[in-house]
């Protein structure tokens, strides 16, 4: 697993995680939910987005298959629709046979290096 670290801009995304809270930005001016790397609202202009944990649930969009070079098994990426709105990509776990529109629930792995991992696996 490749280890992730955080860079300042997602500062915030990992504090929540480290307490197993999924967090996406909302807007303060309309409420409008948005993925973790938006920087404004596209909806009404304003810049001023706050990160606030959803809960987590979300059906599956769409995926593709990642082959690792060498040993190692097959993964599943994907992108995900929150039940709030926002579209956001991460890794499937205990997922053997996608389909389109399956329920799912966010979760985070934790390895020995780095921040918690974001994946979603059947709710």
């Not at 860079?7 to 973790?36: I, M, N, Q, S, Y």
């Not at 082959?67 to 997922?95: F, M, S």
Request: with cysteine.
């Amino acid at each position: 697993m490749t280890t992730i670290r955080r860079d300042g801009f997602t500062d915030a995304f990992f504090d929540h995680a480290r307490r197993g809270d999924l967090a996406v930005k909302r807007c303060a001016e309309c409420a409008h939910w948005h993925a973790p790397e938006a920087t404004g609202c596209h909806r009404c202009g304003s810049e001023t987005l706050t990160w606030t944990p959803v809960a987590g649930d979300a059906v599956l969009i769409t995926w593709a298959k990642v082959h690792p070079r060498g040993e190692g098994e097959v993964q599943h990426i994907a992108y995900v629709e929150l039940a709030e709105g926002p579209w956001l990509h991460a890794a499937l776990d205990g997922v053997d046979a996608p389909v389109e529109g399956l329920p799912l629930r966010a979760a985070f792995v934790r390895p020995e290096e780095g921040e918690p991992v974001l994946v979603f696996r059947p709710a």
